[in-house]
């Protein structure tokens, strides 16, 4: 399997607060993506990553910003948690276009 | 901009039966497609991958799909289900390069599958 991991694979956080979760690849990929998945909407495209500090918004980035310094890791933060924002997160990275996603294990985000 | 439709929320076979998933895609170009499966509290596993060649592309576990441009289908399908089968299906479409894309990759909303011994 890649080297793609995430952190924390879970968070309880109260509603407002800030949060930030981590992406970290040990695969020199290209590419990276935020994902979030929720019961019958399937995996939604929060942000993703062409390049160090080249990011794009996905369907569902409203209240979410990304930062990609270097190019094993991939941050995404909540600005302001709100109860709609728990999901389970997960991040994949991929090297180039004719490659398949690897995926992290996932980060359960519980907003209180 | 892209799109995945898995018009089936589940689907139920019985071991040893034939198998489908369904996936269609809208894009503009020549489409990049693949499958993965989940499987409970794990990440996605990818299965298998179009992106150009022969339609009839064999996957992971036994698995295979067929890709129809005419259709703009994408289905997954296997011989003989088994058991150990049962899992979360998904089905993806990424940008093609001439699309200007970067390297977007979007996600169908996902097919449980349920194999009955």
């Known amino acids: 399997d890649a080297g793609i991991t995430q952190s924390p694979r879970h968070k309880v956080t109260e509603t407002g607060t800030p949060v930030t979760l981590r992406c970290h690849q040990t695969e020199n990929h290209r590419y990276m993506y935020w994902y979030r998945q929720d019961p019958g909407h399937g995996l939604r495209l929060i942000h993703y990553?062409?390049?160090?500090?080249?990011?794009d918004k996905g369907e569902v980035s409203d209240g979410y910003s990304v930062s990609r310094s270097k190019t094993e890791d991939f941050l995404l933060t909540l600005e302001s948690a709100t109860s709609s924002q728990t999901s389970v997160y997960f991040c994949?990275?991929?090297?180039?276009?004719?490659?398949?996603?690897?995926f992290g294990q996932g980060t359960r985000l519980t907003v209180v | 901009a892209q799109s995945v439709a898995q018009p089936e929320d589940q689907v139920n076979v019985a071991e040893g039966n034939p198998l489908t998933v369904k996936c269609t895609y809208s894009?503009?170009?020549?489409?990049?497609l693949f499958w993965y499966v989940q499987y409970p509290n794990r990440g996605l596993q990818f299965l298998l991958k179009?992106?150009?060649?022969?339609?009839l592309v064999k996957g992971s576990y036994g698995f295979e799909a067929e890709f129809n441009k005419s259709q703009t289908s994408f289905h997954l399908k296997k011989p003989s289900a088994l058991v150990s089968d049962s899992a979360l299906y998904f089905c993806a479409v990424r940008d093609p390069p001439e699309s200007g894309g970067y390297n977007k990759l979007i996600f169908g909303a996902g097919t449980r599958l349920a194999v009955h011994p």
């Open positions: 994949a990275s991929n090297g180039n276009m004719n490659t398949e996603a690897f």
């Open positions: 990553s062409y390049g160090v500090k080249d990011t």
């Open positions: 179009y992106i150009t060649g022969d339609n």
């Open positions: 894009v503009s170009g020549n489409p990049y």
